[in-house]
């Protein structure tokens, strides 16, 4: 559960006087700030949309009694909680205050512990509400100031500002971070804020080249040098020339396209199959890499002179369990992107779902963050972190694996290949559990 800020505050509206000091009295015993009325309009002046505590009153007062009291809070702002305190003959009437917008009433005479218990609940509750309010004001500032790349946190803050100072240089650039950490849209960024910024962006997933087809792809052919076609074909490389090639997870290319690879770096030129001279490439290379490629280049897995021809300048992009906070702010951006697209209203973001946030290590990173989002706003996740008590084990058993399944899915787009070697099943038992759980791996490919 959410601690209520430090200048959290209850507002007590108690005509009786003796009553009134007494429960004051128990508040501020147990730690709490506490504002007392005798009448509820002096209390009514106090209050504003951004009022960081919660309103306890009487029901019968002089003047303006607490039901009056309760629909005027509700007018400034509905999320504030209002208790009301009952008399024996009001229950009747406070039951239908809940109904009403009412947080909760407390009946006379009360226990200081039934009290307390209220209102800490109360605050929990305004607490999660002003939070989730400055999370999506900070959001929308982030956004207005233009940058895609939301976070507060010093790694972000640096990263944003490396991008600047590099956007005007021509410098190639390797790019390394986990899986799902935003290097595409850092490359993205890169080439917005570079000179480069009107000609081609073109983005070659190295990791899907076959050995192949990857060397067609990335440099082209001539008319009438590769069988079942007469065309020309311009490569991927070509096709960049005065704007960007991003090679995205160059750490998965085959060594032998490599090679090839490093000569258009080092001569800017790339020659098609079959073509008799090659081209002049005015090229600024962006490579992006999941694991550190100096140790790929100690295993043999990469070429040493490609890997410090790429690595004139290293950035990395940060796993989202280094940016802290940032997990909230760029939750509650992703939570107004599935609201416009999905077409629904607010989303109400309970302690469970804080909790989740501030609890997982989100190894998929940014883009599980995203997908968890949607989840949440199309009212699908709320069914996965309800609790389990009272269930029984083979229950509790059986909804695990299918969160394990469903993770591992969200993590690599709904790719089942990829899955299978994170779950360690095998592939006919996984595609049997997904359409025994009626998983749309479709949903998860869309969701990338």
């Known amino acids: 559960m959410m601690l209520a800020p430090d200048n ?4 007590f509206v108690e005509d009786d006087e003796q009553l009134r000091h007494a429960t004051v009295q128990t508040l501020e015993l147990a730690g709490l700030n506490v504002l007392p009325f005798e009448r509820a309009a002096p209390a009514l002046a106090r209050l504003s949309p951004d009022f960081p505590g919660v309103v306890v009153s009487d029901i019968r007062m002089p003047g303006m009694d607490g039901l009056e009291l309760l629909g005027r809070i509700r007018a400034i702002d509905s999320d504030i909680p209002v208790l009301l305190v009952t008399g024996h003959g009001d229950v009747p009437m406070a039951v ?3 109904h009403d917008g009412a947080f909760d009433f407390i009946p006379k005479p009360f226990a200081a512990e039934r009290l307390l218990m209220a209102v800490r609940r109360a605050l929990d509750r305004r607490a999660l509400v002003m939070e989730n309010r400055r999370l999506r004001a900070a959001a929308a500032a982030v956004a207005q100031e233009g940058s895609p790349l939301i976070g507060e946190s010093p790694a972000i803050v ?7 100072q590099l956007g005007e240089t021509d410098v190639d650039i390797l790019l390394e971070g986990e899986t799902g950490t935003g290097k595409e849209l850092v490359a993205r960024m890169l080439h917005r804020s570079s000179r480069r910024r009107g000609k081609p962006f073109v983005a070659v997933n190295c990791a899907a080249l076959s050995e192949g087809l990857a060397e067609i792809e990335l440099f082209g052919h001539a008319a009438d040098s590769v069988p079942h076609t007469r065309l020309s074909r311009v490569g991927r490389i070509a096709s960049s020339s005065g704007g960007t090639l991003l090679l995205d997870e160059i750490d998965s290319m085959p060594l032998a396209m490599q090679a090839r ?8 030129e790339v020659q098609p199959i079959g073509a008799e001279r090659p081209e002049a490439v005015d090229l600024r290379v962006i490579a992006t890499a999941k694991e550190d490629v100096g140790r790929a280049v100690a295993e043999g897995r990469f070429r040493a002179d490609l890997y410090y021809r790429l690595a004139t300048m290293r950035l990395r992009v940060p796993a989202l369990r280094e940016c802290g906070g940032d997990v909230f702010l ?10 416009q697209q999905l077409g629904v209203g607010e989303v109400g973001l309970d302690a469970g779902v804080h909790a989740h946030l501030a609890g997982y290590p989100w190894p998929g990173n940014v883009r599980e963050l995203r997908n968890f989002a949607f989840e949440v706003a199309s009212g699908r996740a709320s069914l996965e972190m309800q609790g389990v008590a009272g269930q029984d084990l083979p229950t509790r058993l059986a909804r695990f694996e299918e969160n394990l399944i469903r993770d591992a899915l969200r993590r690599h787009g709904g790719r089942v290949s990829r ?12 595609y049997d559990k997904i359409a025994r759980l009626g998983i749309d791996l479709a949903e998860f490919k869309r969701a990338q």
């Open 158 to 164: 640096r990263l944003r500002a490396m991008i600047g």
């Open 330 to 339: 760029l939750f509650a951006a992703f939570i107004e992107e599935a609201k």
């Open 261 to 268: 690879l490093l000569r258009v770096l080092e001569e800017r």
């Open 96 to 98: 239908s205050a809940l």
């Open 419 to 430: 899955a299978l070697g994170e779950l360690g099943v095998p592939r006919k038992t996984l």
């Open 8 to 11: 959290a505050t209850v507002m």
